[in-house]
């Protein structure tokens, strides 16, 4: 009977585990996101009612489209990408961007070309940093 227990416990941990990543993912991001709004106020908007809810909502967004369509959209860019040797790679986040913008109409909203360009480069920078230094290193001492 004990043994019963201790493997369903082992079973069901690492479905703990995976959301447990998402969600530290996702308040990552969040906050990443956020950040980029208060620095580019003219280029990136986010509505903050309810404590920063349009804020997960856009990364919610954003991380699914990044799962489903950014990779057939690399994929039909990888020529483009590779004559430019990766700078068109940026423009594809830019669509994705705008994509959550599409989607969340006055709650998120990107103005510009240019400047969302940059932004787009600043907040892949800031999500790798995030993830490997703060996140990864975070949920190392966590699963200890």
Same mark, same amino acid.
């Given at each position: 009977?004990?043994?019963?227990?201790?493997?369903?416990?082992?079973?069901?941990?690492?479905?703990?585990? #995976?959301?447990?990543?998402?969600?530290?993912?996702?308040?990552?991001?969040?906050? =990443?996101?956020? +950040?980029?709004?208060?620095?580019? #106020?003219? +280029?990136?908007?986010?509505? %903050?009612?309810?404590?920063?809810?349009?804020?997960?909502?856009?990364?919610?967004?954003?991380?699914?489209? %990044?799962?489903? =369509? $950014?990779? !057939?959209?690399?994929?039909? +860019? !990888?020529?483009?990408?590779?004559? +430019?040797?990766? !700078?068109?790679?940026?423009?594809?986040?830019?669509?994705?961007? $705008?994509?959550?913008?599409?989607?969340?109409?006055?709650?998120?909203?990107?103005?510009?070309?240019?400047? =969302?360009?940059?932004?787009?480069?600043?907040?892949?920078?800031? %999500?790798?940093?995030?993830? %490997?230094?703060?996140?990864?290193?975070?949920? #190392?001492?966590? $699963?200890?």
């Amino acid at each position: 009977m004990a043994k019963k227990i201790i493997e369903e416990n082992h079973k069901k941990s690492p479905k703990i585990n #995976k959301f447990l990543d998402w969600f530290i993912h996702i308040l990552g991001y969040t906050l =990443v996101l956020i +950040t980029v709004s208060i620095l580019f #106020k003219k +280029t990136v908007y986010i509505d %903050n009612q309810f404590f920063g809810f349009w804020g997960i909502l856009a990364v919610i967004i954003i991380f699914v489209l %990044n799962r489903t =369509v $950014k990779p !057939l959209l690399f994929w039909l +860019t !990888l020529p483009l990408t590779a004559l +430019t040797l990766g !700078l068109f790679y940026p423009i594809v986040n830019v669509f994705v961007l $705008k994509i959550t913008d599409w989607i969340l109409l006055d709650h998120f909203e990107i103005h510009g070309f240019f400047m =969302v360009f940059l932004v787009s480069i600043i907040i892949s920078i800031m %999500n790798a940093i995030m993830d %490997n230094i703060i996140i990864d290193t975070f949920l #190392k001492g966590f $699963k200890k």
